[in-house]
């Protein structure tokens, strides 16, 4: 299922979602530039490796442990591919801009960032020994949608959906849109869990950040509305 756009709209520039989608393009295309040697000691450094992280909080000193729970951060402005960014800055675009209306630059932000740190842990938690690099927007955007869910349930998305060659087109109630997103990322995650193949997806992640994302919206709050309310 592809969102292809929702119906509500913001009242405010959403400056802090359009930076970060100008930010996350910066660094891929600094990716882009690098060498193969390069790339690998990037993600040394700022991908999420689970194994390094368990590791590194029970053995480790204090500034190793700093600098790989660093990576619950950094690993979210990184991305594997044209396609990874392209589908993670879309979804972000779609949802972002309300959900920083309601919360405000300062407080979306700070949403944002710990709702990807919050998916990483799920990662962890989910796969303690693995050694394979973690990168991306994912879990924060996720966080993203846990929100839009909370705030704007009876928002409509349009969304895509193929079947085969044919692509069928639905315009779906937020709610029921992100509600069988969700579903299908606890599936998956079951599925992995259970020794099927996983693609390559983080799908604790996913649910971490969309967990976390609902949860500190509770506690964040939101900020006044200007105008009518929903």
């Not at 996350?24 to 790339?39: H, I, K, M, R, S």
């Not at 994912?138 to 044919?166: E, K, N, Q």
């Amino acid at each position: 299922m592809l969102p292809l756009r929702d119906d509500q709209p913001s009242r405010t520039r959403p400056l802090i979602t359009l930076a970060l989608i100008a930010f996350n393009v910066a660094v891929f295309v600094y990716q882009l530039g690098l060498d193969e040697l390069q790339t690998e000691r990037l993600l040394e450094h700022t991908a999420l490796l689970p194994a390094r992280l368990v590791d590194a909080a029970t053995h480790g000193a204090r500034l190793e442990a700093l600098e790989a729970a660093s990576t619950l951060v950094t690993s979210q402005f990184l991305h594997g591919g044209v396609m990874h960014l392209v589908l993670n800055l879309w979804a972000l675009w779609i949802f972002g801009d309300n959900v920083e209306d309601r919360l405000g630059p300062l407080r979306y932000l700070v949403f944002y960032v710990a709702c990807g740190a919050a998916a990483g842990l799920a990662h962890v938690l989910a796969s303690p020994q693995s050694l394979v690099p973690t990168v991306g927007a994912s879990g924060a955007i996720s966080g993203v949608m846990g929100a839009y869910i909370v705030f704007y349930p009876r928002a409509r998305v349009v969304t895509l959906v193929p079947v085969l060659f044919y692509p069928l087109f639905f315009n779906l109630p937020a709610v029921l849109y992100l509600g069988l997103w969700f579903a299908l990322q606890v599936l998956s995650g079951l599925a992995e869990s259970s020794g099927s193949e996983s693609g390559g997806v983080a799908w604790w992640a996913h649910i971490g950040g969309f967990v976390a994302g609902l949860g500190l919206v509770a506690v964040m709050g939101r900020r006044k509305r200007r105008g009518p309310s929903d």
